[in-house]
């Protein structure tokens, strides 16, 4: 069964400092996965996705995610965070085999510091 | 047109009437979806259309009830809710019928039920 991980309940960086956020998947075949951030009381936006090829992809507002096949992993970063960074952060995959099914990590919400 | 819109943005009903919530998108995508968001959750599926079709039903109960009148536009009805069915509605769009090209979500409809 797929299913996402995101070890992080909270994360706290100061403004300026870098960031990075954990996702684990598990799923048998290569995954398609994504980053989405949700400001409060908003919708999801879709930050970055990877499907296939080039293993770091970049995304919107700074970010970039590194696709790891060894160790199950999707991870985000950005190199210098602000303010306006602040949100929750979910890791979803999408699974071709389970026709139009997404499944979300728990989320972690990125707090930041001025 | 990037968007999917969602109406109305906030809703209050109490436990015996009928309301709906409208979601729609003009992107030419062909496969669209409901999710519920409860508070520090991260969203779940409850129903996708593909192709106008409902294609996936996560045993959601019958009080909600879903339609899709056309491509572009997807209703959710409401009746006779329960106070636990307060939450963010979040209704998404995908370019093809597997999602693996990532959700465009709208900003969703915040119920509260009374």
């Known amino acids: 069964a797929q299913s996402v991980t995101q070890p992080d309940i909270h994360i706290t960086v100061s403004e300026g400092a870098s960031l990075e956020l954990r996702c684990n998947y598990s799923y048998g075949a290569t995954p398609y996965l994504f980053w989405y951030v949700q400001s409060p009381g908003q919708g999801l936006q879709l930050l970055l996705k990877?499907?296939?090829?080039?293993?770091l992809v970049q995304g919107i507002k700074g970010f970039e995610a590194e696709f790891k096949r060894s160790q199950s992993s999707f991870n985000l970063r950005k190199p210098s965070v602000h303010w306006s960074d602040a949100a929750e952060y979910f890791c979803?995959?999408?699974?071709?085999?389970?026709?139009?099914?997404?499944?979300f990590g728990s989320g972690t919400k990125l707090n930041v510091k001025p | 047109d990037t968007e999917v819109t969602q109406t109305p943005k906030h809703l209050v009903m109490g436990m015996t009437n009928k309301k709906s919530l409208k979601c729609e998108q003009h992107?030419?995508?062909?496969?669209m979806y409901w999710y519920k968001q409860k508070a520090k959750k991260p969203p779940e599926l409850m129903f996708v259309y593909s192709y106008e079709k409902l294609s996936i039903n996560e045993s959601v109960p019958s009080r909600f009830s879903p339609e899709c009148p056309n491509s572009s536009l997807l209703n959710l009805h409401l009746h006779a809710l329960q106070p636990e069915d307060s939450a963010l509605y979040l209704c998404a769009s995908s370019q093809e019928g597997t999602g693996s090209y990532g959700y465009t979500f709208g900003s969703g409809t915040r119920l509260t039920v009374v």
């Open positions: 992107m030419g995508h062909r496969a």
């Open positions: 990877y499907f296939s090829g080039d293993t």
């Open positions: 979803a995959v999408g699974a071709v085999l389970d026709f139009n099914k997404f499944y």
